[in-house]
C-alpha cells in the first residue's frame, strides 16, 4: 500500500479560497474512488487567523452544496513545516511567490488554475474576502472546474 500523496491548499489567511478548495477536491476524489490516494489540507502564508474556523461565508457555501467545513481550523505554512506535504497548490501569484520564498521547490508546487484553458484566464483564484457572497459562490464553481484536471494530474505525475 503506497503513502497517500499529501496535498496542501495554499490562501493567503486560510479561511477562504484554501479550506473551500480542499473540501471540494476531497469530495471529488472521494466520488472517484481516489480518497485513499490522497491526503488533502489547507493553510495560509499569513498567521492572522491560526486556530480560527473558515469564514463563515466559505462554511455557507460549502454547506449550500452538501459540503461541511464546520471543523476547519486555520493553520500557516512556513518554512519550518513545508516537508510535511509533497505538493502544494497556491490560490494566486502572491501565494506562489511566497510558497518559493519559504523552499518549496516549484516541481512541487502548482496554481489552482493552471489547467484551465479557457484562452486569457488569470490563473489567480480571486479572493472573496472583501466582496460578498456572489465572490464565495464564483470560487466554488471556478475549484470545481478545475478538481477533476487537478486530480488527474497529480495521479499521473506523482504515481509515475
Sequence with gaps: MHKPTRVLFVCLGNICRSPLAEVIVSSQAEKKGLAEQFSF???GTGDWHIGGR??????QTAK?????????QAQQITRNNINLWDYFVAMDA???RNLLHMGVHPGRLLMM??????GEISLNVPDPYYGGEDGFEDIYHIFCANADILLRHLRNFHLR
Aim: charged fraction near 25%.
Design 41 to 43: 489540507s489547507s493553510a
Design 54 to 59: 473558515a469564514d463563515p461565508r466559505s462554511e
Design 64 to 72: 449550500q452544496h452538501g459540503l461541511d467545513l464546520s471543523q476547519h
Design 94 to 96: 502572491d501565494n506562489h
Design 113 to 118: 488554475r493552471q489547467f484551465e484553458s479557457a
